[in-house]
């Protein structure tokens, strides 16, 4: 049986790619190892937890002796690395504990896999699960491609970039197999409600403000979650060793516009006279450094290993909400203790 390696399984996409994974390939053995981090939750993984051929490992990639050990006792066939640090706004009060995680842990998973593997890197694959977000912003027009220069402005951006540079040089360097893709924004279940569109739709529904930053105005690029790991299984098992690939769903929406979107949504949803939710909208302080404009030409993903996006947006959102509606206790566990405390700290004092 292959054995791979998945950190960040118990995280928002890395338990869609675990999901994906488990139940795709029965003759793979899946082990996702995760700190499991206020981000991390293994109710994520509650459908797969039983079966055969999954485990799950503790542990934090920033301990390099646990990194290695794992490598020598587990022998993995290929890595997909998705554990990180991911909120923007944490990294703006923290950058350490993300120049730990992404780039500290990514450098010991690289070790660990090349002393491992460094007598046939052919036969092994590193693939690296990074952001559009390195590429820095855009204006009004034009698209992130694979060739568009690294600019990344938050301690998180130039931390995943820093992570990445470093997975390129072990390809260069070393000769080892590393792939890496650079996903734009995603959204779907399980997705911890700090980001825009889980915090929205917990907002709303709890009838309280919904915080948008500056004047709504920033641009992003919205990609169903189950159509990234999707994506993510198309380039594992296709690409070639060194390739790069841009994932975007070419589904641009302000902030305001999306936002607009999800209350009418809600209003459905929640048996409300339409514009009732639309009047929890509150304009707070602009993130420092906020990037305008993110948007991603996959064009190379198409024509070469053939993936579409699976989902229109107002369909995936609807989806979305549906899912966040019918599992109020997953709600209720990831929102109590520490977020309460995050919470109050990001927004009271905005
Ligand atoms: P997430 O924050 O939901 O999950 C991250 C996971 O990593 C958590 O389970 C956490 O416990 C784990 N983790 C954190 N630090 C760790 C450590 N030191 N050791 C082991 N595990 C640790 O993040 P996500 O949104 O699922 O993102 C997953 C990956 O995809 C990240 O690398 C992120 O940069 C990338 N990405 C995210 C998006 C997005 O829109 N969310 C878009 C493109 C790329
Ligand atoms: P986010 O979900 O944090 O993702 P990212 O910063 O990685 O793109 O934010 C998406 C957009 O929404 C971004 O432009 C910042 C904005 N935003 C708000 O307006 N209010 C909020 O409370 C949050 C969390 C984000």
């Not at 646990?66 to 587990?74: A, I, M, P, R």
């Not at 169903?224 to 994932?247: L, M, P, Q």
Request: glycine letters at 6%; one cysteine or more; a negative charge.
């Amino acid at each position: 049986m292959k054995k791979i390696l998945i950190t960040g399984g118990a995280g928002f996409i890395g338990s869609h790619v675990v999901r994906l994974f488990v139940n795709k390939y029965p003759n793979y053995e899946i082990v996702n190892m995760d700190k499991l981090t206020y981000a991390g939750n293994l109710a994520n993984l509650k459908d797969v937890e039983n079966k055969p051929n999954y485990s799950f490992i503790k542990g934090d990639i920033v301990d390099a002796a646990f990194v290695n050990e794992l490598f020598s006792v587990h022998k993995f066939e290929s890595v997909i690395h998705l554990a990180a640090e991911s909120h923007v706004d944490r990294s703006i009060s923290n950058p350490l504990e993300f120049v730990m995680t992404n780039v500290i842990g990514t450098v010991n998973l690289l070790n660990a896999a090349k002393n491992e593997w460094k007598d046939n890197f052919s036969a092994h694959r590193f693939y690296h699960v990074s952001t559009d977000e390195v590429y820095g912003t855009l204006g009004e027009s034009g698209l992130f491609t694979e060739t568009t220069a690294y600019d990344p402005h938050s301690p998180y951006s130039a931390s995943k970039a820093s992570s990445d540079h470093f997975v390129r040089a072990y390809h260069d360097t070393y000769g080892m197999d590393a792939v890496i893709s650079n996903c734009s924004n995603n959204y779907g279940s399980h997705h911890f409600p700090e980001k825009l569109i889980p915090l929205s739709i917990l907002n709303i529904k709890n009838n309280r403000a919904i915080p948008i930053y500056g004047k709504g105005e920033n641009i992003r690029d919205w990609l169903y979650v189950e159509d990234h790991a999707r994506a993510i299984d198309v380039i594992f098992h296709n690409a070639k060793a060194g390739a790069t690939f841009n994932i975007g769903g070419h589904n641009e929406w302000t902030n305001i516009d999306l936002i607009h979107l999800l209350c009418k949504i809600m209003d459905k949803k929640l048996n409300r006279a339409e514009g009732e939710s639309a009047k929890l909208i509150t304009f707070v302080k602009d993130r420092a450094g906020h990037d305008l404009r993110y948007a991603i030409d996959s064009s190379k993903l198409q024509k070469e290993l053939g993936w579409v996006p699976s989902l229109q947006f107002e369909e995936g959102l609807e989806k979305t909400v549906d899912w966040y509606l019918a599992n109020e206790e997953w709600l209720n566990n990831v929102t109590s203790g520490d977020y309460q405390k995050y919470y109050e700290l990001q927004y009271t004092k905005r």
